[in-house]
C-alpha cells in the first residue's frame, strides 16, 4: 500500500504543484497540531496507524460528512460526462494506442 | 489488440466516476464547474492511462488529476471566494424530508466556508476515506499537513455549526423554513 505514493507523485499531474499548501496563503502548514497522537504521527509516518474516518473525525461530525458525501456519490451522471465517455472509447477504437501519446483536446 | 488490462483500467475509471463527481463538487461547490472539471479530468486521464502504474490506486491517481486540475484553475482565477460562499449549500439543496436527523445544509454550508486546502484535505479523508499518506500523494504535500489540516477543517466545522444561527443567515431567504429548524447547537 505504501508503494502507491510513489505512483502518482511521479504521475505527470500528481507533481505539478507540491508547493501549492506554502503558496495558497492559508497558513495551515505553519500550525503543529499539539493536540497527543498527531505531533508524533507526523515524524513516525504512520504505517501502522488504522485506516479509515473513523479515527479522524468525532462520530457526529464524521457522520453527517459521510452522509452529505454519499448524496453526492449517489446522483446520477450526467450526460455530458457519460456522452464524454462514449466518444473517448469509439476514438480509442477506433486509434490504437500510439507511442507518441496523442492527445484529446477537445 | 490485447485490450485486457486497458479495458479492466477503463472500466474502472468509469466506475469512479460518481467519487470524481462528488470530490469536485464537494471542491467547488457548484455542479456544472464541477463536471467541467471532471470532463476534464477523465480526458487527461483517458489520454494518459499508460502513464498510470498498474496495481496502484486508480481512483487516488484519477483524484489527484481532478484536485490538480482546480487548484490550478483556482490560482489563475481566484474564484475561490465566489465559489465558496454558500454556493456548495445551494446547490445540494437536500430536500427537508430527507435530511433526517442530520443537518446536511448545515453541514455543507460550513464546508463551503472552508479554505479550500482544508476543505480537500476533510473529504479526502473523512468523507472519502483515504488514508493520510494517500491523501497526502494526491495533495502534493507531506502527511503531516494533511493531518493539520484536517485537525483545522475539523475545528473550524464544530464552530460553524455550533455557531449562534443568526450570524449564518445572511443567504438564508431562499431556503425553505423547515431547513433552519434550530438543531445544530445539540448536535456537536
Known amino acids: ?24 496563503g492559508s497558513g495551515s502548514v505553519q500550525v503543529t497540531q499539539s493536540s497527543g497522537d ?19 473525525l468525532p462520530d457526529i461530525l464524521g457522520k453527517q460528512l459521510r452522509a452529505a458525501y454519499g448524496e453526492l456519490l449517489s446522483t446520477p451522471v450526467p450526460d455530458r460526462i457519460n456522452d464524454l465517455i462514449k466518444q473517448l472509447q469509439r476514438q480509442e477504437a477506433a486509434t490504437p494506442p500510439s507511442p507518441s501519446g496523442e492527445e484529446d483536446n477537445s | 489488440m490485447s485490450n485486457g488490462l486497458q479495458g479492466r483500467l477503463n472500466d474502472d475509471l468509469i466506475a469512479a466516476i460518481p467519487n470524481m ?54 490560482r489563475k482565477t481566484k474564484r475561490e471566494v465566489a465559489d465558496s460562499e454558500g454556493q456548495l449549500a445551494a446547490k445540494l439543496s437536500v430536500p427537508a424530508e430527507q435530511q433526517g436527523h442530520l443537518d446536511l445544509v448545515d453541514l455543507n454550508r460550513a464546508l463551503s466556508k472552508l479554505p479550500a486546502d482544508q476543505r480537500e484535505a476533510l473529504i479526502l479523508v473523512g468523507a472519502e476515506g483515504f488514508s493520510y499518506e494517500d491523501a497526502a500523494a494526491i495533495s502534493g504535500c507531506a502527511v503531516g499537513t494533511v493531518k493539520s489540516r484536517v485537525n483545522r477543517a475539523r ?3 464544530n464552530e460553524l455549526m455550533t455557531a449562534p444561527p443568526a450570524q449564518q443567515q445572511t443567504d438564508d431567504a431562499s431556503q425553505p423554513a423547515a431547513d433552519r429548524t ?5 448536535r456537536v
Open chain 2, 182 to 186: 434550530p438543531r445544530r447547537s445539540a
Open chain 2, 21 to 74: 463527481r462528488a470530490f469536485a463538487i464537494s471542491l467547488c461547490g457548484n455542479r456544472d464547474h464541477a463536471d467541467d472539471l471532471v470532463q476534464e479530468a477523465l480526458v487527461k486521464a483517458w489520454n494518459h492511462l499508460d502513464s498510470f502504474e498498474e496495481g496502484t490506486n486508480l481512483k487516488a491517481w484519477l483524484f489527484t488529476i481532478l484536485r490538480n486540475a482546480y487548484f490550478s484553475e483556482l
Open chain 2, 155 to 157: 475545528t473550524r466545522l
Open chain 1, 38 to 56: 498527531n505531533a508524533d504521527e507526523q515524524t513516525t509516518g504512520s504505517a501502522q496507524r488504522p485506516r479509515g474516518s473513523q479515527t479522524v
Open chain 1, 1 to 24: 500500500m505504501s508503494d502507491e505514493k510513489k505512483a502518482y507523485v511521479s504521475a505527470p499531474y500528481g507533481s505539478q504543484e507540491p508547493k501549492r499548501a506554502a503558496a495558497d
